[in-house]
């Protein structure tokens, strides 16, 4: 069955950085597009980064363009995100999901039951100010 197991995550002042990991398993990885995905405290899930199955394309939601960093790894299953000048507002538990749909456009991943029905347990950033 499909395995998402995150990690990485971590507590960190403003302006620092994490990257975080997400293995996978029970699915052929490098025909799926991957996203990280975020819930914060009372809000819901929301979409963050996307990466194309073959790492030619990316996608970012406006408040993290140019702070973080989507890539993957098809030899090991794996993708990550790398955070950079971390804000409080950054704060969530950060998951990883596929497009349940091969080959897919990684922007596609904003639109809801998009993604794989398994979910993770996530990775908690918290970033303190």
Partial sequence: ????????GGLVQAGGS?????????FTFSRYTMGWFR???GKEREFVAG????AITAYYVDSVKG???ISRDNAKNTVYLQMNSLKPEDTAVYYCNADRNPYGLPQGLMRRGITLDSWGQGTQVTVSS
Avoid: D, K, Y
Avoid at 51 to 54: E, T, Y
């Fill in 67 to 69: 702070r973080f960093t």
């Fill in 1 to 8: 069955q499909v395995q998402l197991v995150e990690s990485g």
């Fill in 51 to 54: 990466i194309s199955w073959n």
């Fill in 18 to 26: 994490l990257r975080l990991s997400c293995a996978t398993s029970g």
């Fill in 39 to 41: 819930q914060a405290p």
